[in-house]
């Protein structure tokens, strides 16, 4: 389980910051606009629930945006185990702009330690075993690098980003253009630096896929017995990925079987948030 993963991307989180603070804030905090004029405030942010915390660099980011002021102060980072109670940073300056961005930077952290605490859960449940559990593109529109960002935190990893970065080759794909040999045979001319994988559903068309030269296979759907000859098919020509209604339960005999990945979508689509709260000290 990786304690460091790569950090997010600036830019990234710069632009995902100011379209949430544009949703939020709009022409203006008409209620913040109540406060005397010079107010300062100090307010700790809470964590009602064991949780792996995660959107560090988002929260900051909303209040360097809204008053480069504001100083926040953690007690804790990403990829931390916080538990009920847990006071994870405190804010203080200007009391308007904290008020603010509040629910925005809350939204950020009770949605990316939501992300990173699924995936720890599903980390844990293969603690010692090589296979690696990848998330998929299930994400919430506008915040995909985030929620992968939070995976890693959870000790998961990332399959590709988006639809740029690797060549996945799924039924469709196969039905448009004829074979598997053929979608492979292309996407090997016209895209040689980046990994080739096939779904495919029956070892049908996994021989079929091993033989056109795949570099990863994934076994869509597969029942227990048809995943072993799976593995026993490829004797190691191209790397093997579970994928389609995983449970977490079912992890550690999954992985027995000696496949290389099993992808989960429920790591970044199946999030339910953590509860966070902003308590502002009496002035």
Known sequence: MSKDPASPRPDDVSTTVRLALDEDVGSGDVTAT???????????????????LCGVAWFDEVFRQLCPEIVVHWRAGDSDAVEASDIVCTVTGPAAPILT????????????SGTATIARSYARALHGSSTRILDT???LPGLRSAQKYAVRCGGCHNH???LFDAVLIKDNHIANAGSIARVVAAARR??????VEVEVNDLIQ????????ADVVMLDNFERAEIGEAVARSRGRAKLEISGNVAIEDLPELASS???YISVGAL?????AIDFSMRFETQ
């Open 34 to 52: 109540l406060l005397a004029p010079g107010a300062t405030a100090t307010a700790s942010v809470v964590c009602r629930e064991s949780a792996v």
């Open 137 to 139: 593109r299930k994400t």
């Open 101 to 112: 961005g509040e629910r925005t930077g809350l939204n950020f952290l009770q949605l990316l």
């Open 206 to 213: 996994l021989d079929e896929a091993l033989t056109a030269g």
């Open 268 to 272: 970044t689509k199946n999030v339910r």
């Open 258 to 260: 000696g496949v290389d």
């Open 160 to 162: 590709r980003s988006g």
């Open 190 to 195: 016209d895209t040689p630096d980046l990994t």
